[in-house]
């Protein structure tokens, strides 16, 4: 079992709708969650870090943390072309704090 | 500040030499990581630091991988010798504590001909 899963996708969004992404983790340790954007070409960049169960906002962007059922979620409301990316999920190792890893990613494309 | 700083940008070399690349971490961040990625195996963790200290080496493909973070501002990765299965983008990032959220250097697109 991959520590981190996520579905590769692409996933297809129209503009303006709701997009999901998903990820589960196998570390029942793991105290820090991450969602980093990947364009092509480009270097990952932080959107959301979550470290409690429930939800946090910010801006369009939702991260949702379940760590009874070891899941972590992105929500972007209002998808705009610019949010067409791979989204990537990111998870500490429990038994080590410092010990970040990373889902495969999904592809979200945003279709207008 | 400047960011996490990796050099090369590209790297083109023939198997079997050798390859060295560079980061540079944030000031003041003692967490320092070096990542690979490819299409088919996503963004890998190779190995980490703290406070200059290799952590956890448990992603290093083989010896012929190497890396060492002598100073607080200064961490190489090498390969000796190459091979073209190791072309890929190599990622540096830097974390100013441990759990923290990490900042990405620019990558090395690294092609083994």
């Known amino acids: 079992q991959k520590e981190v899963e996520q579905n590769s996708g692409p996933l297809s969004v129209p503009e303006g709708a709701i997009a999901s992404l998903n990820c589960t983790y196998s570390?029942?340790?793991?105290?820090?969650f991450f969602w980093y954007r990947q364009y092509s070409g480009k270097s990952p960049e932080l959107i959301m870090s979550?470290?409690?169960?429930g939800d946090k906002e910010d801006g369009r962007f939702t991260a949702q943390l379940n760590k009874a059922s070891q899941y972590v979620s992105l929500l972007i409301r209002d998808s705009q072309p610019s949010d067409s990316a791979t989204y990537l999920c990111?998870?500490?190792?429990?038994?080590?704090?410092?010990?970040?890893?990373f889902g495969s990613g999904t592809r979200l494309s945003i279709r207008p | 500040d400047a960011g996490v700083i990796q050099s090369p940008r590209h790297e083109v070399t023939e198997m079997g030499q050798e390859v060295t690349l560079r980061c540079k971490p944030i000031?003041?961040?003692?967490?320092l990581f070096w990542y690979r990625q490819t299409m088919m195996r996503g963004l890998e963790l190779l190995i980490y630091?703290?406070?200059?200290?290799?952590?956890?080496d448990s992603g290093m493909p083989e010896d012929r991988f190497s890396a060492k973070m002598p100073n607080a501002s200064f961490s190489t990765l090498k390969i000796q010798p190459s091979e073209p299965r190791d072309s890929a983008v190599y990622f540096c990032?830097?974390?100013?504590?441990?759990?923290?959220?990490?900042?990405f250097g620019s990558g090395t697109q690294l092609s083994v001909l």
């Open positions: 990032a830097s974390s100013l504590r441990e759990g923290e959220k990490l900042f």
């Open positions: 570390d029942r340790g793991s105290q820090s």
């Open positions: 979550i470290y409690s169960n």
């Open positions: 990111a998870v500490n190792g429990g038994s080590s704090a410092s010990k970040i890893i």
């Open positions: 000031s003041g961040h003692n967490s």
């Open positions: 630091f703290n406070n200059n200290v290799p952590i956890d």
